[in-house]
């Protein structure tokens, strides 16, 4: 240890001090540590699966409840703006959407439901035969085509009876039915009211969100709210006018073929095309499966027919002309969210994977746009 002898003429000098030195982390550093921390994060969100499981199982009635009042929110708000505009006031407009909605909805039912019965009626008592059938046309292929696996073949059978056997355990299944029937009554009840405070108190909502932000980001949260509501709103919107078209014209071409139940297979199709890419595929199945077990192969090539020229409709004039380029996002981020959102929550996560794909969008955008700005 340096030492020295202190004395009033000569103090002891100062010890040197090392200098440290800085060494700035790069863009790819940064970049390495920011994958290792959202991995790391969804390493241990996975660790607590099951206590979001169960919490999901708790909040998924109060999830679907607001996700429904929410879409027909959207789907409400133009002509409730129109008579707004028009120096209605903004309850009685939504009195008057809701009376005109009831009158449509009474004149459907009254008109529907009794063919949608009789063709549910007719599908359940043939399905026994329909699984029959394409056993036959699989056993057929099978011995024709020596290179379908049979594991391919006992599988598809195995997924045939167990759809047969709940067909007809269905009844059984009475305290599940009435529970469904109980949630789906306290929906029907609670939604309108939502929807109604939803149309009456959006600025009102939305301004008490801005409220909340720090004073320096109030502007840049009502810019991000104002992009989500056009976004989400265009998209609600304009999906929704493309799946009804989608269902009517399924429907109408159907018809022309005399394809049994035309009614439930044309609205099936019209719903599933809510999925971009996978939705036509998915809403195909049944139809091809009813043609190929009711009429054989004739009927197929006219199912097929028919899906071609509904989808050459819709990706060539109703989705350029209602959608345009409403998310303006890129097909293999579709489809890259698609897969995350079928794995992550099956069926409700395909139908709200692109959406949240568009609201991260325009976070990530106004993120971006306020960097550039405090920037310069």
Request: some cysteine.
């Amino acid at each position: 240890m340096p030492f020295c002898i202190y004395s009033a003429v000569d103090p002891c000098p100062a010890l040197p001090q090392r200098e440290e030195i800085a060494v700035p982390m790069g863009r790819y550093a940064r970049t390495m540590m920011s994958i290792a921390l959202t991995l790391t994060c969804i390493y241990l969100v996975g660790l607590l699966r099951s206590l979001f499981l169960d919490l999901w199982g708790v909040l998924s009635s109060l999830f679907y409840t607001f996700l429904a009042s929410l879409i027909i929110t959207y789907i409400l708000q133009p002509a409730v703006d129109v008579l707004h505009r028009r120096r209605v006031p903004r309850s009685a407009a939504i009195l008057i959407v809701y009376a005109v909605i009831a009158a449509i909805l009474a004149v459907v039912v009254l008109n529907l439901i009794p063919v949608i019965s009789r063709q549910i009626a007719q599908l359940s008592s043939s399905l026994p035969a329909i699984t029959a059938e394409l056993s036959r046309w699989i056993d057929m292929i099978n011995s024709r085509k020596t290179y379908l696996p049979n594991a391919v073949r006992t599988g598809i059978e195995n997924a045939l009876n167990q759809l047969e056997h709940r067909v007809e355990v269905a009844p059984t299944g009475l305290f599940s039915v009435v529970t469904s029937t109980l949630n789906a009554i306290f929906m029907a009840f609670v939604v309108p009211f939502l929807v109604f405070y939803m149309l009456k108190d959006a600025k009102a909502i939305g301004r008490g969100m801005v409220r909340m932000a720090p004073a320096k980001y109030k502007h840049r949260v009502r810019l991000v709210l104002r992009a989500i509501d056009d976004t989400l709103g265009g998209y609600v919107r304009g999906q929704f006018l493309i799946m009804l078209a989608v269902g009517l014209l399924s429907f109408i071409g159907y018809l022309i073929i005399r394809l049994p139940y035309a009614l439930l297979l044309g609205a099936f199709l019209g719903f599933a095309d809510i999925i971009p890419y996978l939705g036509p595929i998915i809403g195909i199945a049944p139809a091809v499966i009813i043609a190929l077990t009711t009429s054989g192969w004739p009927m197929l090539v006219k199912v097929v027919i028919v899906n071609i020229a509904v989808q050459q409709i819709e990706g060539n004039i109703l989705s350029p002309q209602i959608m345009g380029r409403t998310l303006h996002l890129h097909p293999m981020a579709i489809v890259a969210a698609l897969i995350v959102g079928g794995e992550a929550g099956g069926i409700l996560g395909l139908i709200l994977a692109v959406p949240a794909l568009a609201v991260c969008k325009v976070v990530w955008t106004q993120w971006r746009e306020a960097r550039s700005h405090a920037a310069h």
